[in-house]
């Protein structure tokens, strides 16, 4: 009777360059015909000589070495960890990106055992299995979806899970996005100039949901029923006397976009208390903090899906950035980085962009206005230096602030 079978499996224990897992798993179907006292005779015969796994089978005790079971959870303790290193959710999309189809590669093909594929398909397949190998979740999706290059990205809407990015990718039709390379090139347009050229094109459905997106935002910000989320600061201090607000001036552009159907208009001070406490606060870059984020992204969708974030409809802020309106980069979460100075990092969501952007706005309107705040045992106002902690006093009512920086000279 033949003792073993297919082909007879070694290993080392050099972890960087063997696969314990699939030793393992060789090692069954080798010595599937043997009974466990001769697999454990045979076992030390797969280890190769004068290597680390050798070593530490020699080291075992005999007991150890004598019983099947024992001997494969002594192996898998030491050679197969129960605890994967955590990656980021930036390094996770970088990996998830690598040979991410360029404008070159959408003109090639790639022969593979199901044939010759267009290269973005290839690459769909090969983003497939990354996706299941790092289990990246549903929330990286649209990250990678944004950072495809725009003859591509056109083509692909935004999306909310892995299973819809794949689908639309595969969808892509080669031959126009051919054409459209061909176009760009032959007029010598850079990247950064291809989607104002192909709005005015009539570019892709991208370009033409962004049409809309000003009505959408003034339709949101009619609405003046406030529902309250998550504070970004739980800093509260007992109310106490400040004096009135002083008299507001005419409503610059940006409060203008809050005025409701009935006429009613929200000023830059009130806007600025709703965005503060009302935006949730980034959670931290753990597992356990892209959890949450991965269910505020659903819970938004589902309460909101198809329109524009606000202060009334804040957008959960990706895991490990900054809170909205604290000189944050509206495009990657993280301090701004200055006019003249290009953002490289990893992109948000569009709509977490959005949501920023407006907060910013508003930020910046409510700074211009001389928004009073109360700090510390007393009220200050006017040139009074503040510290990093305070309350904004808007209608009688008190709202946590916390900014990113140092409030000076008045500025909020």
Request: charged residues 30%; aromatic residues 8%.
């Amino acid at each position: 009777m033949v003792e073993t079978s297919g082909t007879r499996p070694s290993f080392a224990g050099e972890l960087n360059n063997e696969n314990p897992k699939q030793f393992w798993k060789d090692v069954d179907e080798y010595l599937s015909n043997c009974e466990d006292a001769k697999k454990c005779k045979r076992f030390g015969n797969l280890l190769k000589a004068g290597s680390a796994a050798e070593s530490w089978f020699e080291e075992l005790d005999k007991s150890t070495r004598e019983d099947w079971d024992a001997l494969e959870a002594a192996f898998k303790e030491k050679f197969i960890p129960k605890v994967v290193q955590q990656i980021t959710d930036t390094d996770l999309v970088n990996l998830l990106l690598q040979d991410k189809p360029s404008e070159d590669d959408i003109l090639t093909y790639k022969t593979t055992a199901l044939g010759t594929l267009p290269y973005h398909v290839w690459w769909a397949n090969e983003l497939d299995n990354r996706v299941a190998k790092y289990k990246a979740g549903q929330h990286l999706a649209e990250r990678v979806r944004e950072a495809l290059p725009y003859v591509l990205r056109k083509h692909v809407e935004t999306v909310t899970s892995w299973k819809e990015l794949y689908e639309a990718i595969k969808k892509a039709d080669a031959g126009k996005m051919k054409e459209e390379v061909e176009f760009f090139k032959s007029r010598g347009i850079g990247e950064g100039e291809k989607k104002t050229e192909g709005a005015r094109q009539g570019g892709g459905k991208e370009e033409k949901a962004n049409d809309s997106e000003i009505k959408t935002l003034i339709e949101a910000l009619k609405e003046l029923t406030v529902a309250r989320a998550n504070a970004v600061s739980s800093f509260q201090r007992p109310p106490i006397y400040a004096p009135p607000l002083p008299s507001i001036p005419p409503p610059s552009v940006h409060s203008q976009r809050a005025s409701g159907a009935s006429g009613l208009r929200e000023s830059p001070e009130r806007r600025l208390a709703l965005v503060r406490s009302n935006a949730l606060a980034p959670p931290p870059d753990t597992d356990e903090g892209r959890k949450l984020y991965e269910a505020q992204t659903r819970e938004w969708q589902t309460k909101h899906g198809g329109q524009s974030p606000n202060e009334y409809r804040p957008y959960p802020l990706t895991p490990g950035t900054l809170p909205v309106a604290s000189k944050d980069c509206w495009r990657c979460g993280f301090e701004a980085h200055g006019r003249g100075n290009p953002c490289t990092r990893t992109k948000l969501p569009e709509l977490e962009t959005q949501w920023r952007m407006t907060a910013g706005f508003v930020e910046r309107d409510a700074r211009m206005r001389g928004v009073q705040l109360v700090t510390g045992e007393a009220y200050q106002a006017g040139t009074q230096s503040y510290p990093r902690a305070g309350q904004i006093c808007v209608g009688g009512q008190w709202f946590p602030y916390i900014p990113d920086g140092e409030w000076s000279s008045g500025n909020v």
